[in-house]
Each structure stands twice: as C-alpha cells, then as structure tokens.
C-alpha cells in the first residue's frame, strides 16, 4: 500500500465516523455543492494526478472532450468561484470519484476557513448550532500528510 492509499483510508476512516455521528451531515452522494463553489483549481501531488489518470482513462472520448473544453473555458478565466470541470452536471456526479484528490475527498469534513475552503452550507449549520462539534482549520494536517 502507497502512502496515498494509506491517506484515502485514513480520510475514509475519519468521513465515516462523522457521518456515523452526524446522520444528517450535508457532505455526500447527491451534494455536488463544493464541486461548483470551488476557491480554485486544487493543487494535486503527482501521486494524485497518477490516480486522477487512471479514472479518467475508463471515460467515453466524448466525456473526455467535454472536460476538454471545460478545462480551456477555466484557463481563459478569472472568475471565482470555480466549476469543477469533471463535475457532469446533469447528474451532479463525480466521473472519477474513486479516482479523485484529496482536495475533493476532504471537502466539507476538513477546513481551512483562512483560505475559504469549507463548505458554506456547513458554516451556515454551524452559526445556527445545529453542528457543535466542526472543527475549524483541521486541513493542516492532511496537507503535511499529502
């Protein structure tokens, strides 16, 4: 097992026991939020591009020519927030999620609000006391690990 394997395990470790906690945590299959409100394009290891390779070599050649041109329309911009130009967003799914960076499978369970990497709808939960237990500014750690 890699050390990028042995990462993924842990975050799954972690997510699973917050959503065992929080059953009606926002994080999950059908939330597509931080997919279309990212800060910028994440930065990935080269261990995590070699993954992201994998995952998008079991794609149609018309979904990789669509991400194509979604990645052209992000280099040409500016605005913020970002679209994830794997995002298929008719369905809101991940085509590669099994496949993806840590950056996308930490989103929402680890935050580093200084940088405005958090989920909006988890702070909003936060301010309103519905979530005690978010800890703000734990991403440090994952980004030493990665």
């Known amino acids: 097992m890699n050390q990028l394997t042995e990462l993924h395990d842990d975050i799954d470790r972690r997510v699973h026991s917050i959503r065992e906690d929080n059953a009606d945590w926002l994080c999950g299959k059908g939330c597509d939020n931080c997919c279309k409100r990212l800060a910028d ?48 967003r008719t369905t809101g799914a991940c085509p590669v999620y099994l496949h993806r960076p840590v950056a996308c499978r930490t989103y929402g369970f680890y935050m580093q609000r200084d940088l405005g990497l958090f989920c909006r709808d988890i702070e909003k939960q936060v301010a309103d006391g519905a979530l005690p237990n978010v ?12």
């Open 135 to 146: 800890v703000w500014d734990n991403h440090d750690a994952i980004d030493h690990q990665l």
């Open 41 to 88: 394009v994440p930065q990935l290891t080269a261990a995590e591009w070699d993954l992201l390779r994998e995952g998008l070599a079991g794609l149609p050649t018309e979904r990789l020519q669509e991400i194509r041109r979604e990645i052209v329309t992000l280099t040409d911009s500016t605005a913020r927030p970002v679209i994830c130009p794997l995002l298929d």
